[in-house]
């Protein structure tokens, strides 16, 4: 069996995960890494991985099924997305869920041109959480969807904190309310408001003689980010930093509460949890599943632009039809 | 828009069931119940609903978009199925787990005579237990898939009690493991035994004079039904089984532990919860949903016996799919 060739473009966090993710499916293989740093400089997490410029990408569309964009969505993906899928199959983690419908727009019109696929918005949210959120709403159409994050480090909030002068170092976790949870299970519908909903919790590394007071009081009025949530803030040590919180592990929840009955007296809830130790490494690996379906439907002449949603699940497994219905179903 | 127009084979509770999850659907409309019983001797749950006999059905292949297969899947559905895939789109909740290639193989040969579509094995396990088994292993590669179910009434198992001699009633909840459940969150990845996973608890009516240590005795002994469990038996007196044991609850829970990670040094959890104030109401909305995409797909010219892991997630919402990219992804 011919292994599928999947190409990385980009190489921060979810690139290595993606590299990582691979070698975790015997029938994938990866061919190289394409960075706008000099390939010379990369080191990569595993061994004899070629490293290429974005510019060789063009040349090599013979050599990979699939590239997975690991750009990041606010500069890299709305330029580097529809320049790839004029040249390969790709799969992206877009996660900027207000501009989805022109970023599908970008891709979807190149990708029919050049009679590829491009799956975007994988990942878990969006991704896996838009799925159960899609699943849940048909299933249970009188009902109401609550999504819930964390407990789990907020990658734009602790660079929000880090922006802060005085602020050496800060990690932010976004930690969802149990009592907004219970409400919901037990069907109450709450309408819950932003502060109702999470709360946060930031561990900050301040330089010597800097004003904690001040410090606190910007994070805690920050527009956006901070000032519609509790927010608790803790200073500590930079060696209290790296030993205590590590990696970027997240999370959350998708409770959808419908009822049915004739007098709609039958309570359901459907729950999705996830709880993940790396947010990259999951992410990855929810790409690379999707670039599996890439490389076989573009195989059976599907193209344009598609999102999770528009995936049948099995194009994601390893196994054949046969096999699914005899182990899964 | 025209409706989708659905008819309903079989009128137990799950046929009953579908009945009102179609009220639940504004694209939606039944057109009739398709009875083995004197239609006359029916008593629909809503009004207006026309009900005929199982032969009128083959006159009306220009009436009814999808007919939804309510029948049990010991007895009816491996003959009713593969009729009524010569003649219709279909979908049905066929539960037989071991038999489902068989099955898939009659209805998909019916299926691709007459070009017509007909989804399996439905609801939620098999269903939406099996989608969600699929995506987390693809997710996972390296990981362990469990499956609990309950705390819920096994209809199966309350049927095996009362066909002993002495019960007048009974019913019995299949109830699954804390510990263990705990034990799987952890990455313990545990070997469980049947014992290990899930015990089950039997409210039993018992006739008058009868002996009940007889009956204990021949509950707690049933082979493959209640041997190889921790069973606990309480007898009640038909009140109180009314009172306190009404309905049909049920539900269950899939979780995945993965790693990833260089060394594997990072842990993963994903959990899909089911917590149904009725079996077959719950169990009835998944397969009107998987009708909608049984309608829609044939339409675009899909015919065979397809399961569910084989129908992108899209086709089962009635939102058109710019709705999907701009409210669900």
Known sequence: MNKIRIGIVGYGNLGKSVELGIRQNEDMELVGIFTRRNPSTIETVTRAVAVYTMDEAKKMTEQIDVMVLCGGSMSDLPFQGPEFASLFNTVDGYDNHAQIPDYFSA???????????????????????????????????????????????????????????????????????????????????????????????????????????????????????????????HFITEEELEKNHPGLPHGGLIIRHGRTGLHEEHNHVIEYQLALDSNPDFTANVLVAFARAAHRLNQEGVAGAKTVVDIAPAYLSSKSAEELRKSII
């Open 107 to 233: 891709m979807n019109e190149n990708a029919l041109e050049a009679q590829k696929i491009c799956i975007i918005a994988g990942g878990w949210d969006p991704g896996m959480f838009s799925i159960n959120r899609l699943y849940a709403e048909a299933i249970l159409p009188e009902g109401n969807t609550y999504t819930f994050w964390g407990k789990g480090v907020s990658q734009g909030h602790s660079d929000a904190i880090r922006r802060i002068k005085g602020v050496m170092k800060g990690k932010q976790y976004t930690i969802p309310i149990e009592n907004a949870i219970e409400a919901v299970r037990r069907g109450d519908r709450p309408e819950l408001s932003t502060r109702e909903k999470h709360h946060r919790v930031c561990f900050v590394v301040a330089e010597e003689g800097t004003d904690k007071e001040q410090i606190e009081h910007e994070i805690k009025t920050m527009p956006n980010y901070f000032a519609d949530y509790d927010t608790e803030i």
